[in-house]
């Protein structure tokens, strides 16, 4: 069934496209939310102002874009997390903290723009794809640190851990004397 759109739809096309939909989707989703309308003559010249506001929107917002990942490109992230003796990360960095990260230094990255294959799971480094449009991308260099709160926390580990031994020592001799 063809239709003409009334607003953008993402994987579908802008205001003003002509799409070809199934008879479903057209009366389930787009005719009942007014998405969508049937493609007379009328209509079409009624949206031919509204295809060309939502044409310059789509060119500021490539443009918007590829100056995001322009300044993107040098960009390095460290990111601080728990971590054992091993490097084993307590939890996981993913999306999430890069994009928080990436907004802390200034650049508007949200969670859905940051890709990884995996979510990093040891103290190391990654190159991570920041997608910002559809053929506009930036990779991120990111590393994950332990954090200072691990690292005491490791400290009185292993104090604690001599400390034992020690008393164990003292008091296993006293123990067998007696």
Partial sequence: MKLLLKKDIPSLGIVGDVVNVSAGYARNYLLPQ??????????????????????????????????????????????????????????SVGPREVSAALRDLGHDVTTAQVRMHDPLKRLDNALVDVVLADSIEAKVKVWVVRSKASEAGEEQQEEKSWSEEQEEVVFGAQGRDE
Avoid at 57 to 80: F, G, P, Q, S, Y
């Fill in 34 to 91: 007014n998405l969508a309308t049937q493609p007379t003559e009328a209509n079409m010249k009624m949206l031919a102002d509204a295809r060309a506001e939502a044409e310059a929107r789509r060119n500021a917002h490539r443009n918007k874009m590829a100056a995001t990942a322009e300044a993107l490109a040098d960009v390095e992230v460290t990111i601080e997390a728990a971590a054992n003796a091993e490097g084993v990360l307590y939890g």
